[in-house]
């Protein structure tokens, strides 16, 4: 494969990575419109903020990734169950770290963006591991 292959997979990588990253925020922005007081949820249900952002992370990773692959954006192996599992393992584990260390959660806690990221990692690892 020339360089200039390579440029462009990994440009569309990095496009299909920041649209996950972009569509965190839009599934959580959705969603918090959808639930009555979860402005609230901070400071009176942290453990419930923590499952709202956990799946909405999860949600906006997984299915923009998923689409990525449908439409062959990605040239990976679309292995969905280990790269659902990864994904909400990226998400839930710095939010956990957070709910214990920051108690309660404020806006702009640099766990959430932590969590976006490992969420969108999370979603990338299976492929770039592969079993023998």
């Known amino acids: 494969m020339d360089s200039?292959?390579?440029?462009?997979?990994?440009?569309?990588?990095?496009?299909v990575a920041l649209l996950q990253l972009?569509?965190?925020?839009?599934?959580?922005?959705?969603?918090?419109?959808?639930?009555?007081?979860?402005e609230n949820f901070p400071q009176t249900h942290p453990a419930?903020?923590?499952?709202?952002?956990?799946?909405?992370?999860?949600?906006?990773?997984?299915?923009t990734g998923w689409l990525a692959l449908k439409l062959r954006w990605l040239a990976a192996k679309p292995i969905y169950p280990a790269r659902l599992v990864a994904t909400l393992i990226g998400a839930y584990l710095p939010l956990i770290v957070a709910l214990i260390l920051y108690h309660p959660l404020e806006p702009g806690n640099p766990f959430f963006f932590i969590s976006m990221l490992?969420?969108?990692?999370?979603?990338h690892v299976p492929g770039w591991v592969e079993r023998k």
């Open 22 to 38: 972009i569509m965190t925020q839009v599934v959580t922005f959705l969603i918090s419109l959808l639930v009555p007081g979860m």
């Open 48 to 63: 419930l903020f923590v499952v709202v952002l956990g799946v909405t992370f999860s949600t906006g990773v997984f299915l």
């Open 4 to 15: 200039g292959k390579k440029i462009l997979r990994f440009l569309t990588w990095l496009g």
């Open 118 to 123: 490992t969420s969108v990692l999370g979603f």
